[in-house]
């Protein structure tokens, strides 16, 4: 102001240039707990550069050199998803990275407010994983996941910044946790665990931003991807999950996944960078695909190894099969029923287009083995038999074991369904059906036997946090399947009978009645046969439950189609205790062909 009162203008001064050494900062791109980006520009080359550093100097020359080793490891690791570094130094104390930015945004800058179209947001977390997995089995971790350090171009191509920048930060981090929650000293930051224990933080913080890219928002309103995870148990109290109500709708596979990523169970999140990245890739060669469905994450294990393997004792009844000439169709069916594999492999046969069109204008799906057998010949089932792959396929002793033991189940179910059908149903029928009903689970414990065991332990009930209280009950099958898989298990096994020419009508069969739904009424015999096949697959999985727990299951079992299929509680009891060599062909519509004479007849 004057000496008069009157105000005079000031021009605006100029903002003050700062700069890092030769390098002019531009603007602050971002910063956490564990560091700071900024954008530069490199005045010789005229290029500009984003700069990443840590938040705080190490405290001594050792720790700039554990700094300085960490960083340079990871920038040997060449990766089209990572970051490559073009320099690595100090200034006045500060160490930093400097990366090329190219045309390039952060996904902070990038990201709408509304979030991302799920694929969109799967596809950039999908590529963020691909290049996370490649550094943690080269022995670097990230340690400080944040969106200004992802830098995403017009093409959605994503890098991530800031490799290892964060370690020495982060293991003070880890020295701290540690002792709060045990009040001892946290282990060596270059030890095996203490490297297993970082990539695992790596993959809940790609958990946290998959949940930024869907809602548009940081979780728990904290930018810091750090701070959330420690809002997240052990060390909070806080959990997170997707919201309903989304600008961007979330298919439920994707949702499944996103929230198994940020569990509050630490158990049940992903362990590694690999498993999550399965999960998403899954979801996306099933949904997003052009050529998507289950069959995308099958065609080529099921050319390899096929849809199952043959039994253990496929040679001997290869064998028995040999000496066979003039057999009842029924006879025959009950050897090859023994084998799944084989079973399968006939229906598929028969109901390929080829031998199809060979029947009249309007035929059914053929859905006994009997059937089949008379019109491959005898000759068409040796084929079939040599042509399965030998047990037990590509699986190793455990996954074998695991599969045998599934298989057994599958077979008990079928027993169950035989014992309480109804007078008037082909008990072969009834038996395939209650098979066919388990097909997606046969076929991922034989393709997936790793991803089978993660869906079964997340299926497992969790022990309660509070003493006295109930354990928490685990995700029910579909939920696991979509957070393991990105599919689901029912829905693979009808992708895999509608590959081998099984109609809609089967299809609608093979799926199990939901277990939300009433079971009120069955008008039909398709209806009857799936509700039949349901109640007996139930009834087999009510058996792993507890002792203690199973006659109140049996009873809800009774109680549930008892009005559709007239059961109780003691018809289920017996049911369950079906014999092992239970006849499963009617030998009643069985007649002497022809066995050397493919479609000798359509005989049933």
């Known amino acids: 102001m004057s000496a008069n009162g009157s105000d005079t203008s000031t021009p605006a001064r100029p903002a003050a240039v700062r700069h890092f050494g030769r390098l002019q900062l531009l603007r602050l791109l971002g910063k956490s707990e564990h560091t700071m980006a900024w954008r530069v520009a490199e005045p010789a080359g005229g290029r500009e550069l984003v700069l990443v550093m840590p938040r705080a100097q190490p405290g001594d020359a050792q720790a700039l050199e554990r700094w300085d080793q960490a960083v340079r490891q990871g920038a040997r690791l060449a990766h089209p998803h990572l970051a490559e570094a073009v320099e690595i130094g100090v200034q006045d104390g500060w160490p930093y990275v400097a990366y090329d930015l190219r045309d390039d945004a952060t996904l902070t800058e990038w990201l709408p407010a509304q979030g991302l179209p799920g694929l969109e947001a799967a596809a950039l977390a999908t590529q963020l994983l691909q290049g996370l997995a490649f550094a943690h089995e ?58 297993r224990v970082a990539s695992e933080r790596d993959v809940l913080a790609t958990g946290m931003l998959l949940h930024w890219l869907l809602t548009g928002a940081p979780a728990l309103d904290e930018p810091d991807v750090g701070r959330q995870i420690q809002r997240l148990p052990p060390l909070g109290r806080e959990f997170v999950r997707l919201p309903w109500a989304l600008a961007q709708p979330v298919a439920d596979p994707l949702r499944a ?60 009844r290869a064998a028995r099969l040999a000496m066979m000439e003039r057999e009842r169709t029924s006879e025959l069916a009950e050897v090859v029923l023994e084998d799944l594999a084989l079973a399968f492999e006939l229906l598929r046969l028969v109901n390929s287009a080829q031998v199809r069109g060979t029947l009249a204008s309007g035929s059914g799906p053929v859905l006994t083995v009997r059937r089949a057998v008379a019109m491959l010949g005898l000759n068409g089932v040796r084929r079939a038999a040599l042509a399965l792959r030998p047990w037990p396929g590509p699986l190793d002793e455990a996954g074998a074991a695991a599969l045998q033991a599934l298989i057994e189940r599958c077979k008990r179910a079928g027993r169950t369904a035989l014992a309480l059908r109804p007078a008037a149903y082909d008990g072969e029928v009834v038996y395939l059906m209650t098979l066919l009903q388990n097909l997606g689970r046969l076929v991922v414990q034989y393709h997936f036997a790793d991803e089978a065991q993660q869906i079964r332990r997340l299926m497992q009930p969790l022990p309660s946090s509070r003493e006295g209280e109930p354990d928490e009950p ?104 079906g014999r092992e060599d239970m006849v499963i062909s009617d030998t009643a519509f069985s007649a002497f062909v022809q066995l050397d004479e493919p479609l000798a007849g359509a005989a049933r």
Do not use: F
Not at 163 to 174: D, F, I
Not at 181 to 192: E, K
Not at 270 to 288: I, M
Not at 292 to 308: E, I
């Open 138 to 195: 080269g022995g670097v971790a990230h340690h400080d996941i944040q969106p200004y350090l992802l830098l995403v171009d017009a093409h959605g191509q994503l890098r991530l910044a800031g490799l290892a920048v964060a370690v020495e930060m982060a293991a003070r981090a880890a020295r701290d946790a540690a002792q709060a929650l045990s009040a001892q000293p946290a282990p060596d930051p270059a030890s095996l665990h203490a490297r």
């Open 257 to 316: 996944i996103t929230n198994r990523a940020s569990d509050r169970q630490e158990r049940q999140r992903y362990r590694s960078a690999r498993t999550l990245l399965r999960a998403l890739e899954g979801w996306l060669q099933t949904d997003g695909a052009e050529d998507g469905g289950p069959m995308a994450l099958l065609s080529d294990r099921l050319h390899h190894a096929g849809v199952l393997p043959g039994s253990p004792s496929a040679t001997a």
């Open 474 to 577: 685990g995700m029910s099958e579909e939920a696991a399947a979509y957070a393991v898989l990105g599919a689901d298990i029912a829905a693979i096994g009808v992708a895999v009978a509608r590959h081998a020419g099984l109609d809609d009508s089967v299809a609608a069969m093979m799926r199990r009645l939901p277990l939300a739904t009433p079971v009120r009424s069955a008008d039909t015999d398709d209806e009857m046969l799936r509700a039949l096949a349901s109640c007996a697959n139930e009834a087999v999985d009510a058996l792993a439950q507890p002792a203690s727990a199973l006659p109140a299951a049996l009873q809800r079992l009774a109680q549930r189609y008892g009005r559709v299929l007239g059961v109780d509680m003691g018809m289920l009891k017996q049911a369950l205790q």
